[in-house]
C-alpha cells in the first residue's frame, strides 16, 4: 500500500505562484511513478503533469511552460510548482501513484492506483 499527502494549495491572485508537494509513504518513491491531476466542480479528473522514477517528466498541452514537476526521492516528495495561475487553474489538485517502470508515465486516471486525498487551489481573477 501507498499513502499520499499532498499540501501547498491556497488562495492566490492571477499570476501568482504555488508550489504544491505530494508525500509518499509506504513504499519508496524511486520505484513510484507519479502523476498530478486536477478537477475543477463539474469537470472530469484531468491529467496535469507526470513524473517516472527515472525522471522523465511530462505535461498536459494546457500547462507547459508554467508548471514544473520534479521529485526529491530522499524526502519521497513530489512537488509541483505552478507559474503564472490563472482563474482557469482553479481545482482540487491530486497526486497519484503506481508501480511502474523507468521511465513511464501514465496520463490517465486508470493508469494509478494510489490516491491523496488531494488541495484545493483558487486562483482569483
Given at each position: 500500500?501507498?499513502?499520499?499527502?499532498?499540501?501547498?494549495?491556497?488562495?492566490?491572485?492571477?499570476?501568482?505562484?504555488?508550489?504544491?508537494?505530494?508525500?509518499?509513504?509506504?513504499?519508496?518513491?524511486?520505484?513510484?511513478?507519479?502523476?498530478?491531476?486536477?478537477?475543477?466542480?463539474?469537470?472530469?479528473?484531468?491529467?496535469?503533469?507526470?513524473?517516472?522514477?527515472?525522471?522523465?517528466?511530462?505535461?498536459?498541452?494546457?500547462?507547459?511552460?508554467?508548471?514544473?514537476?520534479?521529485?526529491?526521492?530522499?524526502k519521497n516528495t513530489v512537488y509541483l510548482l505552478m507559474n503564472n495561475l490563472k482563474p482557469e487553474d482553479s481545482a482540487a489538485y491530486f497526486c497519484a501513484a503506481t508501480v511502474a517502470r523507468a521511465n513511464w508515465i501514465?496520463?490517465?486516471?486508470?493508469?494509478?492506483?494510489?490516491?491523496?486525498?488531494?488541495?484545493?487551489?483558487?486562483?482569483?481573477?
Amino acid at each position: 500500500q501507498v499513502q499520499l499527502v499532498e499540501s501547498g494549495g491556497g488562495l492566490v491572485q492571477t499570476g501568482d505562484s504555488l508550489r504544491l508537494s505530494c508525500v509518499a509513504s509506504g513504499r519508496p518513491l524511486s520505484s513510484l511513478a507519479i502523476g498530478w491531476f486536477r478537477q475543477a466542480p463539474g469537470r472530469e479528473r484531468e491529467f496535469v503533469a507526470g513524473i517516472a522514477w527515472s525522471g522523465v517528466f511530462d505535461y498536459a498541452d494546457s500547462v507547459k511552460g508554467r508548471l514544473k514537476i520534479s521529485r526529491e526521492n530522499a524526502k519521497n516528495t513530489v512537488y509541483l510548482l505552478m507559474n503564472n495561475l490563472k482563474p482557469e487553474d482553479s481545482a482540487a489538485y491530486f497526486c497519484a501513484a503506481t508501480v511502474a517502470r523507468a521511465n513511464w508515465i501514465g496520463e490517465s486516471r486508470v493508469d494509478y492506483n494510489y490516491w491523496g486525498q488531494g488541495t484545493q487551489v483558487t486562483v482569483s481573477s
